[in-house]
């Protein structure tokens, strides 16, 4: 059972762009929302991370928007780069949980065009 | 780089031999995580350990696969009779709190 649902799958933008992934989450004891970035080759980098107490959090160009009524949380990329080229995972957890393992999405492809 | 070693980077193997993999986390972290990646798919939890012991494993940890963490700081996971099904990439993420997880560069798999 697929507990985090990402999308797009694939996503192309062009440089100065705003690239932005969408999550949805169906485990309402999740309480942990980080986003990580996997070159090829490469394990993942956590990026940003959020917890469903603030609705907003930005650390430079990345922001993070959480809507924990609706159940969904999205990455925005502002002013995109070539060099965000990447597959970036949304994922969850649950604090309370004996292990905070994380459930990660099916990961979005992003391109940014020179 | 994020501190977490992995060794080897790569294996490749043939169908039923053994194959081991190392994890070396971040000094001070407790908890060690294996995930798995399959091509096109987002990392898939294994097991879980708090110092040295093995506190969750997952349904997809088959009797095959066995992991330790003798003295709570490296980490090894080894496949015994290996199929083709485990070709994937396997990575070790290491936590101080359990949020934030710092991974490894993985070691990638092809049992041929």
């Known amino acids: 059972q697929q507990q985090v649902k990402q999308s797009p799958q694939s996503l192309i933008v062009q440089k100065g762009g705003i690239s932005i992934i969408n999550c949805a989450y169906e485990?309402?004891?999740?309480?942990?929302f980080p986003w990580y970035q996997q070159f090829p080759g490469k394990g993942p980098a956590l990026l940003i991370a959020?917890?469903?107490?603030?609705s907003e959090k930005k650390e430079g160009r990345f922001t993070i928007s959480f809507n924990k009524s609706a159940k969904q949380f999205s990455l925005h990329i502002m002013d995109s780069q070539p060099g965000d080229s990447a597959t970036y995972f949304c994922?969850?957890?649950?604090?309370?949980?004996?292990?905070?393992?994380?459930?990660f999405g099916t990961g979005t492809l992003l391109a940014v065009q020179p | 780089d994020t501190g977490v070693s992995q060794n080897p980077r790569h294996k490749i193997t043939k169908r039923g031999q053994n194959v081991t993999f190392r994890c070396d986390p971040i000094?001070?972290?407790?908890?060690l995580y294996w995930y798995r990646q399959t091509l096109g798919q987002g990392p898939e939890f294994l097991t879980y350990?708090?110092?040295?012991?093995?506190?969750?494993k997952s349904r997809l940890l088959s009797d095959r696969f066995s992991a330790e963490r003798p003295k709570g700081s490296f980490s090894t996971l080894e496949i015994q009779r290996t199929e083709q099904g485990d070709s994937a990439m396997y990575l070790c993420?290491?936590?101080?709190?359990?949020?934030?997880?710092?991974f490894g560069p993985g070691t990638r798999l092809t049992v041929l």
């Open positions: 993420a290491s936590s101080l709190d359990g949020n934030e997880q710092f």
């Open positions: 485990n309402t004891a999740f309480d942990y």
């Open positions: 959020i917890r469903p107490d603030v």
């Open positions: 994922a969850a957890s649950n604090k309370g949980g004996a292990t905070n393992k994380l459930i």
């Open positions: 000094s001070e972290h407790n908890r």
């Open positions: 350990f708090q110092n040295e012991a093995q506190l969750e």
